[in-house]
């Protein structure tokens, strides 16, 4: 079946950086996006960013341009997103989403366990 | 930047009884390029409907997008229990975004 699987909880310090995979199985992965979504604890959701698998084209969030960073290995169908410069109000859950659109962004159809990320001195 | 409100902010109904959902841009959406999710405590969200009107796989018939430009609308044609959570609308155009949510609750 059709999933996708993030590395666990983090914990880092304020300034530090975290690099958070998502690894996707059941469909092929270079025909998709992985877009990129996050929650912090009581808010809603919030759009960090999108790569296409078929191509690498990014498209980040302007409040996040300079810090986040994603990637994609094809051979592993793995997908990254790395944070730096991280600050308290970064803690959050981070999910990945398959993204129906493989050249532009889309909707998510497919999402992530979420990853925990703590911003803790 | 388009920026999308939800309306009401907290909505109660009884299971059974017919639920809408408002979505309003701040600028027209391109090619209806809105979506709607779900999402219930401690999960991750779940397409429902994707270009304004398309139901996900999987998803109900009772769950149904309209709208187009700046006014959307999300309907649940009689509530079951396990309908009661929060939904989110998102605009996946050239700088997608989400709304800030409509907590629909069991009154």
């Known amino acids: 079946q059709v999933q996708l699987v993030q590395s666990g909880a983090e914990v880092k310090k304020p300034g530090a950086s975290v690099k958070v995979s998502c690894k996707a199985s059941g469909y092929t992965f270079t025909s998709y996006g992985i877009s990129w979504v996050r929650q912090a604890p009581g808010q809603g959701l919030e759009w960090m960013g999108w790569?296409?698998?078929?191509?690498?084209?990014?498209n980040y969030a302007q409040k996040l341009q300079g810090r986040v960073t994603m990637t994609t290995d094809t051979s592993t169908s793995t997908a990254y997103m790395e944070l730096r410069s991280l600050r308290s109000d970064d803690t959050a859950v981070y999910y990945c989403a398959r993204d129906k659109g493989p050249v532009v962004p889309a909707a998510m159809d497919v999402w992530g366990q979420g990853t925990t990320v703590t911003v803790s001195s | 930047e388009i920026v999308l409100t939800q309306s009401p902010g907290t909505l109660s109904l009884s299971p059974g009884e017919r639920a809408t959902l408002s979505c309003r841009a701040s600028q027209s959406v391109s090619s209806s390029y809105l979506a709607w999710y779900q999402q219930k405590p401690g999960q991750a969200p779940r397409l429902l409907i994707y270009?304004?009107?398309s139901r996900a796989t999987g998803i109900p018939d009772r769950f149904s997008g309209s709208g187009s430009g700046t006014d959307f609308t999300l309907t649940i044609s009689r509530l079951e229990p396990e309908d009661f959570a929060v939904y989110y609308c998102?605009?996946?155009?050239?700088?997608?975004?989400f709304g800030p949510g409509t907590k629909v609750d069991i009154k």
């Open positions: 790569i296409s698998a078929y191509n690498g084209n990014t």
């Open positions: 270009g304004a009107s």
């Open positions: 998102q605009q996946y155009g050239s700088s997608p975004g």
